[in-house]
Each structure stands twice: as C-alpha cells, then as structure tokens.
C-alpha cells in the first residue's frame, strides 16, 4: 500500500474511532467532569463535525442551563432516530446539579471560538435574507439572541448544526413535547420554511452576520 492511500484510509478511519472513543468515555465516566465536555465538543468547545457536537463556546449561560433541563425533561433526544439528541441525554442525564453548575461555569470561561468559513455551499444568501426577517424577532439583527424571549445566539455557531436543529424542530424530534414552551415555539418558525434549500439559505445568512461577544 502506498503512502497516499495510507494517508486517506487513515482520513476516513479517524471520525469514527473518535465516535468510538467519545463512546466508551460516555459509557465509563459516571462523574464527568468538566474537561469531559470537550472530547465531543472540541478542544476550544467551538463544534465537532464528526460528533455533530455544536459550539458551546459563544452560547451564554442561561441557554446551556435551557439546554441542560431539556435534556433531562426528555423534551430533547426522545425521538427514536434522533442519535445526536440521544447522544447528548446520556451526557446530560448522568450529571447532578452541582456538576451541571460546574460544567456550564467551565464552559463559559472559555473565548468564543472563531468559526471557519464554510466553503462550497450553494444557497441563495438574497433569499436567507429574506427568510430571516421572521426570526430576527427573537434571535436578534445580528443572531446575538434575546435573554428575555430564551432564543439563543445563532452567530457564531456551526453550520451544519444551525441545518440539523432546523430540520430536527422541522421534522419533530425537538420542540414535539408538552410543558417544552420555547421548543414548541421555535418549531412553528422551523416549520414555516418551505424546504431543505430553504434551511440552507436562511442558515447561510446567518453564517454571514459577525459572531457576536460573549453575552
Ligand atoms: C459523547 C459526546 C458528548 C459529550 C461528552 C458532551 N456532549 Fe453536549 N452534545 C453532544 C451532541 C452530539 C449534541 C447535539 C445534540 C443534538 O443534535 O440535538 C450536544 C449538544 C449539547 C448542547 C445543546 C447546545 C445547543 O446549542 O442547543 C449543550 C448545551 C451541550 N451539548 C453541553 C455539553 C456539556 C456542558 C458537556 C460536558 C458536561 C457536554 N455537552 C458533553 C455530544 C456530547
Ligand atoms: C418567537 C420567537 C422565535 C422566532 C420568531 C424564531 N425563533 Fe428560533 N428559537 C426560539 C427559542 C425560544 C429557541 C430555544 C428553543 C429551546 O429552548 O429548545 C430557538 C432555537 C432556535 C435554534 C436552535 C439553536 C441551538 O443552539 O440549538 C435555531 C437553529 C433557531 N432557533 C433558528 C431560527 C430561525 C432560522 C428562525 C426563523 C425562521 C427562528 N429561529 C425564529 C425562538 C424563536
């Protein structure tokens, strides 16, 4: 075997062997600690493709702490299919409070993460722009959120995420359960864009706005 194809077997292997890794560690650590966060999250918390594991570093704290009560609700990760959400329960359901305090704590020490560009998208930005104007009610002009109404920032974060909640609310894995107020809220928007390209040039306009401040 020649090095090149070496090289690209091993490319093509390592998403998986660190699923595998991210895996046995959620399996094994009954008492995460915060650092934990980072084998799926990435080593600045700014997103892990692989995982499908968002930024967590420009989200303020309020919305982690939404987040983690979803999680252990079952408001999030109770559809069968929806393996990311799932993935993200068994993290969430196997902390105590005090270890959730402590993890959102470390969280929010961190800087926000530069994100990349992303490259190669087709979506018709003109008409994310448009698409937009619905959702800049709550999530704000720039994407920087709104603390009062409980939407998160959406500057900042990873694309391929921003798609996959879209399509989640859209499709009912989130935002599908009573008492879950803000999720059946956000899953009216979600349902109001007509399609996936739709998804993909509302969350391309928001790719385009600047990742704001820590709030
Ligand atoms: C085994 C991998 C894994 C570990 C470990 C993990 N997460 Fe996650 N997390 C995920 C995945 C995957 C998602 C996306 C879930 C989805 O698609 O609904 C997620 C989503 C989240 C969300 C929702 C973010 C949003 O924008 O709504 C928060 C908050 C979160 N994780 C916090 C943490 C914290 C804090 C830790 C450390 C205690 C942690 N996670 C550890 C995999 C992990
Ligand atoms: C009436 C207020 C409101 C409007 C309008 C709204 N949202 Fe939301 N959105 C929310 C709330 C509240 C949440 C948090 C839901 C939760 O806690 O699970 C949210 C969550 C989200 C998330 C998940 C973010 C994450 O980190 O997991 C995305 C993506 C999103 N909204 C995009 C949009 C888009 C795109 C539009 C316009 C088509 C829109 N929203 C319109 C209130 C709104």
Known sequence: MNKARLLMLWRTALPGLLLLLSHSVAAQSQQPNAQYCLVCHGSAAQ?????????????????????????RN???????????????????????????????????????????????????????????????????????????????????????YLAQQLSAFKNGWRGNQTNDDYGQTMRRFAQSLADDQAIDDVVAYIDSLASPAKQ
């Not at 303020?60 to 009560?69: A, E, I, K």
């Not at 990311?84 to 005090?98: C, F, L, P, R």
């Open 74 to 160: 079952n408001w999030r990760g109770n559809a069968a299919e929806d393996i990311h959400g799932k993935e993200m329960q068994a993290v969430a359901g196997n902390m105590s409070d005090a270890e959730i305090q402590q993890a959102i704590a470390f969280i929010r020490s961190l800087k926000p993460a530069a994100q990349p560009q992303t490259e190669g998208i087709t979506a018709d930005l003109q008409h994310g722009r448009q698409l937009y104007q619905t959702c800049q009610a709550c999530h704000g002009s720039r994407g920087e959120g709104n603390a009062q109404l409980k939407a998160p920032p959406l500057a900042g974060q990873q694309r391929w």
């Open 47 to 71: 997103g892990n493709a692989a995982i499908k594991a968002p930024n967590l570093s420009m989200l303020p704290g309020w919305y982690l702490q939404q987040q983690f009560t979803a999680f």
